[in-house]
């Protein structure tokens, strides 16, 4: 079973940076693409960022630019830079994390960080 525990998340003007992250925990196999995703108050929701374990990387229009995902393979550690952010980057971020098990793909969910940008 994963585990996946966020943290970084919080309150912040609008330009400012925060830095999210997300370690996995238990015993699994390795970890293929990990990844980001967003949720506003009354929308889907959406993805932020993907990084596959080979370090290729995927954004979405609304950050790229502002945003770098990055992980430690080493370490299961997904993390998001977020700069130069914006009240619509206001949500709760999750992180995800995928893992293939023969021909079974595995989705795992982090339970969420809050991050909240005043204009």
């Known amino acids: 079973q994963v585990q996946l525990v966020e943290s970084g998340g919080g309150l912040v003007q609008a330009g400012g940076s925060l830095r999210l992250s997300c370690a996995a925990a238990?015993?699994?196999?390795?970890?293929?693409?990990m990844g980001w995703y967003r949720q506003a108050p009354g929308k889907q929701r959406e993805l932020v960022a993907t990084?596959?374990?080979?370090?290729?990387?995927n954004y979405a229009d609304s950050v790229k630019g502002r945003f770098t995902i990055s992980r430690d393979n080493a370490k299961n550690t997904v993390y998001l830079q977020m700069n130069s952010l914006r009240p619509e980057d206001t949500a709760v971020y999750y992180c995800n994390a995928g893992i293939m098990v023969g021909l079974t793909a595995n989705t795992y969910w982090g339970q969420g960080t809050q991050v909240t940008v005043s204009s």
């Open positions: 990084i596959t374990r080979g370090g290729t990387t």
């Open positions: 238990g015993r699994f196999l390795p970890i293929d693409a």
